[in-house]
């Protein structure tokens, strides 16, 4: 059967079950829609459709529930983590993941954010960060790298004036409560295979309840760059992903597995 | 007959919340109701399983109560009125996305930080919507410990009976006093999950969403048709008011909660001076007895408004009242407590023209 499996996504592109057949809203380009595509594989492989739970909260993957075809709760700005935490807290045999952007997950939900990590919640988070407000058009986002242009940072955000781009999954990574943390991203094919496996051990690590597991996927947005999608990678490889480095921050040691 | 006991108000909710079979509460301390999550704390778990979470903020309790209750559970969440504030928000959402759950606000004078002493001054709030968009809560207002205890059991019913948010709208002296109570038995965790509940979509149905958003707005007008619908019906099948003495009454007073207490002694000093006083008491506020005040309003003199606040109610009573009769208040704030002889004197000052 997982031969069988294997063999099929080698040869053959196939939309993912749990992946709804309809068009998306997501720009052309944006790693949004691959990071939908591998969560649906994800779900589909490990089997677990009838026992996921989703929150989408305000931000471009607000209707993010028009696209995975599993049980899904929509939440307010900023608050995706403590409801992902009142969903598990009643629910603790299902998988809950929460799904959020930078803005949602790094600026007015920081608090949400770090104390469900450091309570542990057995929770996925999945962070898309493309250092960008994309759904409100652009504006400066708390990971938005300096000297970087927003339509609210017009002349390059000054990081004396504006603050300094905030890397949250290097905080969480320092509490005690997250089991696993680990930046990805989905430019390529190599690295869309890598965040996969991150979210397929990070579903895995919730069966054993183990605490937080904390994804930052390192996205892109073409749209609100004012780039074609080839340039937007390209402008991701040299200025995202050199102060945003990819790799694993906290990783379970090899007893506790 | 169920258990008696004498039971100060916020411990009465807590142990009311564990005998009604709620599954989960969450909260964050705030006086005068920090009481409530400290007798969960303690006798929650291990009597009935119930889930218990000290959140980081109010502003996370009420999302966790969005989540565990889209989840079918029977969800809950007390505060006071700053922590009240921070929640209205999520309930925005909650009621947007019908999510059943049950709310307590242990009210305390405002605004701003205020006072930690009791006040009625979230009234509108509470009443007219308190967070952003058309939405209403359904809101209980005991003036006793027992209906404190009574509306816990009956504001889960109502939450799941319309998909809404129950609020029970109290406040800080009915929270802290101790009084005897008689204790409903303890009625087992719900195992039946909704229709609409989000807890994995099996093969055999459509995923289930729970959602504030529509984008479209064709669709959004739809949306808000439906929870219009469902407050015209819970107008029409759920008001609950307590009247006494009116037939034949000069006057009547009129408050909710704890200040209904005081007016019926007050109404008795009026006895003493043979002055016959009805009482009006919404026992919800939304939705508001108006009717009750429109039978009564030419039939009597007067009607005498006595709140904890500047006059929230008084809006509503003279939606009922419509003219027909002359209206007067008299409202403490900040904390303040009207006495039944200082009710009466007013009364006499502003109907009868001062002492006699």
Known sequence: MNDTLHLAENLVYKRPKTLINVAMHYCPGCGHSTTHKILCEVIDELNIQSEVIGVA????????YDYLNIDMQEAAHGRASAVA???KRVL????????QGDGDLAAIGTAETLHTCNRGENILIIFINNAIYGMTGGQMAPTTLENMKSTTTPFGRNVRKMGYPIKMTDLVATLPGTY????????TPANVRKTKAAIKKAFEYQRLDRGTCFIEVVSNCPSNWKMTPVDSNKWLVE???????????KVPSKEEN | MGELKLMKGNEAIAEAAIRAGADAYFGYPITPQSEVLEYLANEAEKRTGMVILQAESEVAAINMVYGAGGTGKKVMTTSSSPGISLMQEGLSYIACAEIPCLLVNVVRGGPGLGTI???QSDYLQATKGGGHGDYKLLVLAPNSIQEMVDFVKEGFDLAFKYRNPVLILTDGVLGQMMEKVELFDQIPRSKEIPSWATVGKPPNRERNILTSLNLQPELMEKHNEHLQAKYREIEKNEIRVETINCEGADYIFTSFGLTSRICIKAAQLAKEKGIKIGIIRPITVYPFPYETYA???DKVKGFFDVEMNAGQMLEDVKLGVL?????KFHGRMGGMVPTPDEVFHVFEEKFLGGKE
């Open chain 1, 57 to 64: 909260p305000v931000g471009c993957s607000v209707i993010a």
């Open chain 1, 85 to 87: 935490t009142g969903i």
């Open chain 1, 92 to 99: 603790p045999e299902k998988l809950v993941f929460s799904y």
């Open chain 1, 180 to 187: 696993y943390v680990t930046r990805q991203s989905v430019h």
């Open chain 1, 239 to 249: 200025n995202m992903l050199p102060f945003y480095s990819l790799g694993d921050l």
């Open chain 2, 117 to 119: 002493q009791p006040g």
């Open chain 2, 295 to 297: 039978k009564y309003a």
């Open chain 2, 323 to 327: 003219g027909k009769a002359p209206i």
